[in-house]
């Protein structure tokens, strides 16, 4: 697949997650025509518990 220029910048970005965000890692991603699809991993503790975690399913 061939990105578009916006494209290269969403890919960019995403890999770029890890230098400004501690405790995530980044698993699957793709880039849609208009969108883009990716997992981060949340690892360690939270200090704020009214966080909740949710599942999101499209």
Known sequence: MQLSQIGVIADILWHEIKNHAKNVDLDAFVVMPNHIHGILILNGENNNH???KTTIIP
């Open 50 to 52: 009214n966080i909740k």
